[in-house]
T-cell receptor
Framework: GESVGLHLPTLSVQEGDNSIINCAYS??????FIWYKQESGKGPQFIID?????DKRQGQRVTVLLNKTVKHLSLQIAATQPGDSAVYFC???????????FGTGTKLQVIP | EADIYQTPRYLVIGTGKKITLECSQT?????MYWYQQDPGMELHLIHY???????EKGDLSSESTVSRIRTEHFPLTLESARPSHTSQYLC?????????????FGAGSRLTVL
């Protein structure tokens, strides 16, 4: 069938190195930003979220940074492992409306 | 493991056939969604529902229709499938509350129309 949208950019990282995946968002009114991981043949899975009044949030091996001035979001993965190979999507939602808008996505390839 | 189920996982059908993709969740979530995703591409919202008897069209125009008669069930129907409908369809759900609207996704239904 006819493809919809853009092909995903790819980031290749050596195993053990840190990965930084970037995302630009469009709606300055968004309340929350969420990162999802999609492995091959599966649906996206929640990784971490951050509220718009924060600029940094840390999870297990992951850190999300939010720069509202330039509408930029990043996901940092420490000590990248082969199991981190997947497509990563950022998403945003405005609390009152709850509709979630997904970004383009980035394919992360971990080189053993 | 996510409690949201999609069937069939894979479907190959001929042009003109009517198909229904099933989606069920056991989490009691009031909001449900359908996204369309071509391999290696973006996610596009095609339908969503905020509760029983509530359905809305998403950002991407789609010839499919949905219904929400029960909280746990959100089927998607194509009355007459065409090759341009070939894609992966992802169902998701979330609960109402303060905070981020975190979606739980099913594994997807990959549709091929010949």
């Amino acid at each position: 069938g006819e493809s919809v949208g853009l092909h995903l950019p790819t980031l290749s990282v050596q195993e053990g190195d840190n990965s930084i995946i970037n995302c630009a968002y469009s709606n300055s009114a968004s309340d929350y930003f969420i990162w999802y991981k999609q492995e091959s043949g599966k649906g996206p899975q929640f990784i971490i979220d951050i509220r718009s009044n924060m600029d940094k949030r840390q999870g297990q091996r992951v850190t999300v940074l939010l720069n509202k001035t330039v509408k930029h979001l990043s996901l940092q993965i420490a000590a990248t492992q082969p199991g981190d190979s997947a497509v990563y999507f950022c998403a945003e939602n405005i609390g009152g409306y709850q509709k979630v808008t997904f970004g383009t996505g980035t394919k992360l390839q971990v080189i053993p | 493991e996510a409690d949201i189920y999609q069937t069939p996982r894979y479907l190959v059908i001929g042009t003109g056939k009517k198909i229904t993709l099933e989606c069920s969740q056991t989490m009691g979530h009031d909001k449900m969604y359908w996204y369309q995703q071509d391999p290696g591409m973006e996610l596009h919202l095609i339908h969503y529902s905020y509760g029983v008897n509530s359905t809305e069209k998403g950002d991407l125009s789609s010839e499919s229709t949905v219904s929400r008669i029960r909280t746990e069930h959100f089927p998607l129907t194509l009355e007459s499938a065409r090759p341009s409908h070939t894609s992966q369809y992802l169902c998701a759900s979330s609960e109402t509350g303060s905070g981020a609207n975190v979606l739980t996704f099913g594994a997807g239904s990959r549709l091929t129309v010949l």
